[in-house]
């Protein structure tokens, strides 16, 4: 099983601020097979990248992914007052689905 | 608009047994394999489940193979957990999820709200 880590555990940035999300995998992730989601108090988590990079239907391009293999890293460039929440990466592809313990994003 | 609306959630006695349902609109739903995902109170997500489109192949989480049964019915656009021999630790909100293609062990596109499972006595 591919065990995920994210850091910072919690980012305490302001509106308009670049935030910079880490995730890293115990081993190298088939294929770059990793999704970042988003989660706001009370809701469902919501699918914001897929593929490391790939940004899902209707998600602000401020959001970006990038890396392979064991290390990647979300991106928000310019914060805005609607990111602050929590944020997921997962790996897929593999017989056991993971997700990193979460990163919370909240204002300064 | 893709809806996926959980229901069964309830409180029950550790060894009990509890059936959720996942009732899915939107989209042709024996095109894509669904998940179950939960999270506990205060806590992060974990994957419990996946089934293939047809339903002849799913797959588990170690914390849960043996006791879970997930299972679909593409002519009522559902999705269910069986849950047999709960755990306190099987305290969480369940999530039923979408995948993001037909197959099973992908990243989930759309979620529904949750229902939450209690286990206590």
């Known amino acids: 099983e591919i065990v995920l880590t994210q850091s910072p555990g919690t980012l305490s940035l302001s509106p308009g601020e670049r935030a910079t999300l880490s995730c890293r995998a115990s081993q190298s992730v088939t294929t770059n097979y990793l999704a970042w989601y988003q989660q706001k108090p009370g809701q469902a988590p919501r699918l914001l990248i897929y593929?490391?990079?790939n940004r899902a239907t209707g998600i602000p391009d401020r959001f970006s992914g990038s890396g392979s293999g064991t290390d990647f890293t979300l991106t928000i460039s310019r914060l805005e007052p609607e990111d602050f929440a929590v944020y997921y990466c997962q790996q897929y592809g593999t017989s056991s689905l993971t997700f990193g313990p979460g990163t919370k994003v909240h204002v300064k | 608009e893709v809806q996926l609306l959980e229901s069964g959630g309830d409180m029950v006695q550790p060894g009990g047994s509890l059936r959720l349902s996942c009732a899915a609109s939107g989209f042709i739903f024996s095109n894509y394999a669904m998940s179950w995902v939960r999270q506990a109170p205060g806590k992060g997500l974990e994957w419990v489940s996946s089934i293939s489109v047809s339903g002849g192949n799913t797959y588990y989480a170690d914390s849960v193979k043996g006791r879970f049964t997930i299972s679909r019915d593409n002519s009522k656009n559902t999705l269910y957990l069986q849950m047999d021999s709960l755990r306190a630790g099987d305290t969480a909100i369940y999530f039923c999820?979408?995948?993001?293609?037909?197959?099973?062990?992908?990243?989930?596109?759309?979620w529904g709200q949750g229902t939450l499972v209690t286990v206590s006595s």
């Open positions: 593929g490391a990079s």
């Open positions: 999820a979408k995948s993001g293609s037909s197959f099973p062990l992908w990243y989930s596109h759309h």
